[in-house]
């Protein structure tokens, strides 16, 4: 039976048997049943890790320390509203840190800290505590941005949409007549994107961002 530490780009994080590139936490969210209780987030440090970290095998739920949460790409890792680990994703943390500051005209990276207090105000809805969604222009959205089309999570790439589930991204589609769209993606990560980060894409992506 599958943990739940899949983490969707709804935010929601589900028992699925889905493989992904990455890993990342929230924080403790589980119990002594390796369960996860209501609480969704412990941190406002949301984090996007590699899978492999010198070869250390860790377990997956320890008791009251943190929630190895997995993600099927960069991508849905953004949508969710994560961002690289600093630690064991430096050079892509600085790029992250980079794009935000040269898409907000800022004279120099932000800390980690200033950035995930603007991600959670834009991730989560304070009094719901469910995702917080925008409505945008379609043509305006970045490559790697993730938005809600025919019901469903689907990746922007070449001003096309790509479905998404864990068994890959189905086949590219351009929406006839597409203007205003539900975008997943919070706008903080949308800035980054449009200012040139490239996120690590599922090979199932036809067309690679790096």
């Known amino acids: 039976m599958p943990l739940q530490n899949r983490v969707l780009p709804t935010q929601e994080i589900v028992a699925d048997s889905g493989r992904g590139l990455l890993m990342g936490n929230r924080g403790s969210l589980h119990g002594a049943d390796r369960r996860l209780g209501t609480t969704r987030w412990r941190s406002k440090a949301w984090i996007c890790c590699v899978l492999d970290w010198k070869g ?4 997956p739920m320890p008791p009251g320390r943190w929630t190895a949460l997995f993600f099927f790409d960069e991508a849905v890792a953004l949508a969710a509203g994560h961002r690289p680990c600093h630690y064991c994703r430096r050079r892509d943390f600085l790029l992250y840190a980079g794009a935000w500051a040269s898409g907000r005209g ?6 980690a800290a200033e950035m995930d207090a603007v991600l959670h105000h834009e991730r989560v809805e304070s009094r719901t505590r469910r995702q917080r969604t925008s409505v945008q222009d379609f043509s305006g959205l970045p490559d790697g941005a993730m938005v809600r089309f ?3 999570p689907a990746l922007v790439l070449d001003q096309q949409v790509l479905p998404w589930s ?3 991204y189905g086949e590219r589609l351009r929406p006839p007549g597409l203007h205003e769209v539900e975008v997943l993606t919070p706008p903080a990560n ?3 994107l449009q200012a040139g980060f490239a996120p690590l894409l599922h090979p199932s992506a036809p067309s690679q961002l790096r």
């Open 56 to 59: 250390i095998r860790r377990d």
């Open 106 to 111: 800022l004279p120099e990276r932000p800390r």
């Open 150 to 152: 025919d019901g469903r």
């Open 166 to 168: 864990w068994e890959g």
């Open 190 to 192: 949308l800035v980054v």
